[in-house]
């Protein structure tokens, strides 16, 4: 917990490029809740904002000479945004200062940040980027996707070609971080950022992790609760017994002789009586009787599953997040009638699952892994014709790229 380190940037008004209107309330709130819920310090979570009048608290002013010092020490998630650029094989993150014509000393190398990571078994190791290129190119290469990977760093990147999308992985990632708490690792985090965020062409998200294992391990530290007083337990006072003397009680004398009851020998009216009050019950009875039948029907394997059970059940294939799981969903989402009412919703759920898919084929190209590219794209189904063209686009180009590839 002492070493842990959470570094937050977001960069509004930058000198030498456009203004960018982001989510500095988000920063702010993102803030509390690593200081005041999971009980960091001001030195381990640290705040990079041009913003302050929207907080309470402590900001760093984000240019490169303030950035560079504080990545110094080993951080173990870092979120980022604002600029990106790619330049002479390149890619730089832009503080508030940078001057686009003089990358190399005034913008922060993304290859040089990630060697500031220590990678352990105990710690994660995150960087999360939210991107406006300020050039319109994709500003992060696919050999920096490839050499945090190699350094077992897990990373998400999210490409903003329009201004009004800046800002939505910020909101999206303090709610998985309230809702999750300290259980949340990057497998939640994928799905739950999946989701929530928009899933067009122009904003790309790629998420990419080392190893399976890093994908369960938890980004968050356990909370910091308040140390508990001792508990004060009173010496009792020396107690003096004086015993009593008691006197014993005598035997209970034998009840007379037993009372013998016969329902002849009450009134005619206690009779009716009792009668009135057993119908009500037995009617009851009976009644319950058939409505736990009825139920035991309805829930045997014979009898059809209801659209929202299998709409249920199509999301605990999503546990791997893997293309073939989003698939497997795919098929249970197709059993249910287009009478039902969660057609609609299913339909939707169709369409996002297949450009999940999409997206993860994407982010193993991305990183140079032609072959499992092409295995995810194929899976996009046919009847999503926009996504399941680009998925064949795709295919072919990957394709193309595998017979480049020099024989070993």
Do not use: C
């Not at 984000?62 to 604002?82: D, M």
């Not at 990977?149 to 800046?166: A, D």
């Not at 009500?280 to 059970?309: H, M, W």
Request: no cysteine.
């Amino acid at each position: 917990m002492e070493n842990y380190r959470f570094i937050t940037i977001g960069i509004g008004h930058y000198r030498f490029l456009p203004h960018l209107d982001g989510a500095e309330a988000t920063f702010w709130s993102l803030q509390r809740f690593l200081r005041n819920d999971l009980g960091l310090s001001e030195k381990q979570a640290l705040l990079f904002t041009d913003n302050t009048k929207l907080g309470q608290g402590k900001a760093i002013y984000p240019n490169r000479h303030n950035l560079l010092k504080s990545t110094s020490k080993v951080p173990n998630i870092i979120y980022f945004q604002g600029y990106g650029s790619h330049s002479n094989g390149q890619s730089y993150l832009l503080p508030i200062d940078a001057d686009p014509q003089n990358l190399d000393n005034t913008a922060l190398n993304l290859r040089s940040l990630l060697e500031k990571f220590e990678v352990s078994n105990n710690s994660p190791a995150l960087l999360i980027l939210d991107l406006i290129s300020s050039e319109g190119s994709n500003p992060v290469s696919g050999q920096t996707l490839l050499e945090a990977r190699q350094r077992g760093i897990s990373l998400i990147v999210r490409f903003n070609q329009f201004q009004e999308n800046l800002g939505e992985l910020a909101s999206a990632l303090g709610d998985a971080f309230h809702y999750y708490q300290d259980a949340l690792n990057l497998d939640l985090l994928e799905f739950f950022l999946r989701d929530r965020l928009d899933h067009r062409e122009e904003n790309p998200l790629i998420i990419l992790s080392p190893n399976i294992s890093s994908r369960q391990q938890a980004l968050l530290p356990r909370k910091l609760n308040a140390p508990i007083p001792p508990l004060r337990i009173p010496q009792p006072r020396p107690v003096t017994l004086r015993p009593k003397p008691v006197a014993l009680r005598s035997r209970p004398q034998p009840l007379g002789k037993p009372i013998n009851f016969s329902f002849r020998d009450l009134p005619r009216s206690l009779k009716l009586g009792v009668i009135f009050l057993t119908i009500p019950l037995v009617l009851f009875a009976i009644a319950l009787f058939t409505l736990r039948s009825s139920r035991k029907l309805a829930q045997s394997p014979s009898s059809p599953k209801p659209d929202q059970t299998i709409f249920e059940e199509a999301k605990i294939h999503l546990k791997r997040h893997q293309a073939s799981d989003f698939i497997r969903a795919i098929g249970e989402l197709r059993k249910i009638s287009p009478q039902s009412p969660v057609y609609p919703e299913a339909q939707t759920r169709i369409t996002f699952w297949s450009q999940t898919i999409l997206e993860i084929a994407q982010g193993r190209a991305e990183v140079g892994n032609w072959q499992d590219a092409i295995a995810a794209a194929k899976l996009v189904p046919r009847d999503q014709s926009s996504i399941y063209a680009i998925a064949q686009q795709g295919i072919r180009d990957w394709q193309e790229k595998l017979t480049q590839l020099p024989d070993l």
